[in-house]
């Protein structure tokens, strides 16, 4: 199966973009190289009261109050540039990669919002930001925060505009090797997962950010992920594919996304509704 959607593309509203070559015009460019036939921006966000407003503004743990910036307004500054680019050749989708809060064990969106964005992904992952750093060992205590996490994002009140769950299970910038997490997850955690999210028809995303810089024939360092995509799949998720290129250069390799298809044995069936 070609892959031919990117639901999952920071621009430069990404206050942790390193640069400011994420344009809507340059990834257009970039998704007709690569055959897309849809493109979602999905800038981070945050857009409710959030559940502990002293945590949220702890400059530690919420660096240079990153999501005080990663508003609606802010990451809507977006818009002129998707009705300036609409084509024919390649659907433009405004969404976001929207926080979880695990104090409102909700996800960080209003109510007033919510109908505004085409999809949103949410993950169930980034411990780094969201996750106090006691979690980090015995590493039960940072899967079981996923878990939570995970099980809080399909089960809240907004959990119907929940397109997908980004890089699950995934410990974003963990301060040791993430799989090591991922190789004490049993299938059958995973599977009552999966389960849940299959039921809620919530799509588990496929982020390809670093097979993007890795040799696309070279997928032995992602066992942990193609296991746990299979028993996604078992369980009857469907998918979707994302980049995370912030910056332009991380969109040049997104065509090896379709080896992990390939591996996965994925059929157009498998992929979310909005993406097929
Ligand atoms: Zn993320
Ligand atoms: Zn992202």
Not at 200 to 215: C, G, P, R, T, W
Request: net charge negative; proline share 4%; aromatic share 14%.
């Amino acid at each position: 199966m070609k892959v031919n959607h990117d639901f999952h593309i920071h621009t430069y509203l990404s206050l942790c973009a390193p640069d400011k070559t994420g344009t809507v015009e340059n990834y257009l460019e970039s998704a007709k190289k690569h055959g897309l036939n849809k493109l979602g921006f999905a800038n981070h966000f945050w857009g409710s009261e959030p559940g502990d407003p002293e945590y949220y503004n702890n400059v530690k743990m919420n660096p240079n109050n990153y999501y005080l910036t990663q508003n609606y307004d802010y990451i809507s500054q977006i818009k002129p540039d998707l009705e300036k680019y609409k084509n024919d050749e390649v659907k433009l989708y405004f969404g976001a990669e929207c926080e979880y809060d695990p104090f409102k064990k909700s996800v960080a969106v209003s109510k007033d919002h919510v109908e505004s964005f085409d999809f949103l992904i949410v993950p169930n992952s980034h411990t780094h930001m969201m996750m106090p750093k006691s979690c980090y060992e015995p590493y039960e205590k940072h899967i079981d925060f996923m878990f939570d996490a995970f099980y809080d994002i399909i089960n809240c009140e907004f959990s119907k505009y929940v397109t997908a769950i980004a890089h699950p299970f995934w410990a974003v910038a963990a301060p040791y090797d993430r799989r090591i997490l991922n190789r004490m997850i049993s299938d059958d955690r995973y599977k009552k997962a999966f389960d849940a999210a299959a039921n809620k028809n919530i799509a588990m995303e496929i982020n390809v950010f670093e097979l993007s810089k890795e040799n696309p024939e070279d997928v032995s360092s992602m066992d942990e992920e193609i296991r746990l995509f299979r028993l996604a799949k078992e369980c009857g998720c469907k998918f979707t594919f994302g980049s995370d290129a912030h910056v332009i250069s991380e969109h040049t390799n997104y065509s090896n996304c379709d080896k992990i298809a390939e591996i996965l044995e994925l059929t157009e069936n498998d992929i979310a509704e909005i993406a097929k």
